[in-house]
């Protein structure tokens, strides 16, 4: 069980394979589209809503502005394109599918069945075909089953077999994008066939950029994660006092650690978080990285909680995911050392479900857990704008506890093709995410630009709480904040008001 453990917390650390070059970008960006506009401009087809309407659905809070359409759509534009309907591809792994395995290995309930989860995806397209404007075309959601596992792809491995995969759905399936390239080596392949890649998460903003236009994530790019992390660290933490941590740490001036893998991508990250602390006089006391290994994993948890005890850090930032966050937490607690445990915003550890996994195993450490993430609060039913989706789709059936991750997935496919116009290419595609104007809404503030194919931008403060019941799976522990969401200009100087 450990072996299979350990290969979860690859999902978001495994080194990135040296794109091909025809991924490589050429230019920061489309040019010529303007905020508000369809990629192709207004026109004789294409109008704003002549009954003076300004959202396509005001049900949603990042609707794009309401288009009336009329006339010809162009037919074939693009693969998987056609007059009638635009092909989006999923894939069902023969193994498993990610958060099933999250929540089985972290012991956490979550409701996370395939099937539903399908089902769940077929209602959100179905809502998004009946309230977007698409022009005259249809969603077409087409589910096939892979020969990759989502296990040896987390780890790095199984790119021959994303690679069939991804050449099934670009020249037998024939679809304009997939909405299931939650691995790397998958997304990596369907970029390389032309085929938009939704789901990569936390990847570096280089790792993006090489890729575009096919490389797309409602997870945020770890690059931006650093831009926000840097200034929140610099007002909100160094040069005061670690009031959160235990023992003889407590109340002493703050020595913060940042733990990461030891890849490219993210130690670049490491580098921009870095880079921001010296713009204003500020450092880390110690910057450790580990090698990602099966076998040693806890191991390796031993020896960096050792080195960081020996030198009385107060704090520590793990930029790892939930799994490599637990081992520390709970080698933590076996060697006596109880420092502040700063969130870095990535590797679903600020999740709800990446909490549970911590606070399972290591609930005294977990209990001083606090920090700035892009990641949104989740919402009870009752006030979900995907749950109210999945409702008039389907009034009698109930979504899975992944509905809201579902929705915002389906939704950039659903926002790029509205704002692309109907010239659809991966191209006017990109071009019209960029024309998309700033909305705040359930998961943040969103706004697409050039370099920028995460839609996330603010940060809220946050903190774990053990006893409060998740809205996300209705299980004990969430994490908790004051309403609040800064862009990095606004994070306010003054100790951090949390754990309260």
Excluded at 169 to 190: C, H, K, R, W
Excluded at 257 to 281: I, K, M, S
Excluded at 313 to 321: E, L
Aim: proline letters at 7%; a negative charge; glycine letters at 8%.
């Amino acid at each position: 069980m450990l072996i299979v453990v350990a290969l979860v917390a690859m999902v978001v650390v495994v080194p990135s394979r040296v794109p091909d070059d025809r991924l490589a970008a050429q230019g920061s960006g489309p040019a010529g589209f303007s905020e508000g506009e369809p990629a192709s401009g207004w026109g004789d087809t294409v109008t704003p809503c002549a009954d003076g309407r300004e959202l396509q659905d005001e049900n949603t809070e990042y609707s794009p502005p309401c288009f009336d359409f009329s006339g010809d759509n162009g037919g074939a534009t693009a693969r998987g394109v056609t007059e009638d309907e635009i092909i989006i591809s999923y894939r069902i792994p023969s193994d498993t599918n990610l958060f099933a395995l999250l929540g089985q290995l972290g012991g956490v309930p979550i409701d996370a069945d395939t099937e539903r989860l399908v089902r769940d995806a077929e209602a959100i397209v179905e809502y998004f075909n009946r309230h977007f404007q698409f022009y005259g075309r249809r969603l077409r959601l087409v589910g096939y089953q892979g020969r990759g596992q989502i296990i040896p792809e987390l780890q790095g491995a199984g790119q021959d077999a994303a690679t069939n995969d991804s050449l099934r759905v670009a020249n037998e399936i024939g679809a304009f994008a997939d909405i299931s390239a939650t691995s790397q080596p998958y997304a990596d392949a369907l970029a390389r066939n032309g085929v938009i890649a939704l789901g990569a998460p936390y990847m570096s903003r280089e790792w993006f950029e090489a890729r575009r236009p096919y490389a797309w994530s409602t997870f945020p790019d770890c690059t931006a994660v650093a831009e926000n992390s840097a200034p929140y660290t610099n007002r909100r933490l160094l040069g005061r006092e670690a009031t959160h941590a235990e023992g003889d740490l407590r109340g002493r001036s703050r020595t913060m650690a940042v733990v990461a893998p030891n890849n490219l991508e993210y130690q670049q990250c490491v580098d921009t978080f870095v880079e921001g602390l010296r713009a204003e006089g500020n450092d880390l006391a110690e910057r450790l990285d580990y090698t990602i290994d099966i076998a040693t994993l806890p191991a390796t948890a031993a020896s960096l909680i050792s080195k960081l005890k020996s030198e009385e850090i107060t704090t520590v930032s793990c930029a790892c995911d939930a799994i490599m966050q637990m081992y520390l937490a709970r080698e933590a607690e076996a060697q006596d050392y109880h420092p502040e445990w700063v969130i870095a915003g990535v590797g679903f550890t600020e999740t709800d479900l990446g909490g549970q996994i911590v606070a399972n195993n290591a609930p005294e450490q977990w209990a001083r857990a606090f920090g700035g993430s892009p990641w949104a609060a989740p919402v009870p039913p009752e006030q979900s704008v995907a749950h109210r989706a999945f409702a008039e789709v389907r009034p009698d059936e109930e979504p899975t506890d992944l509905i809201d991750t579902i929705y915002h997935q389906v939704l950039v496919i659903a926002l790029g093709v509205q704002m692309a116009g109907p010239e659809l290419t991966p191209e006017t595609f990109e071009a019209g995410l960029f024309a998309l104007p700033e909305r705040t809404g359930q998961a943040g503030t969103w706004d697409f630009s050039p370099g920028h194919y995460t839609p996330v931008t603010d940060i809220r403060e946050m903190w774990w709480d053990a006893d409060t019941i998740s809205p996300f799976n209705n299980q004990p522990g969430t994490y908790l904040d004051r309403g609040e969401r800064w862009t990095r200009d606004e994070i306010p100087e003054g100790d951090p008001e949390v754990l309260q």
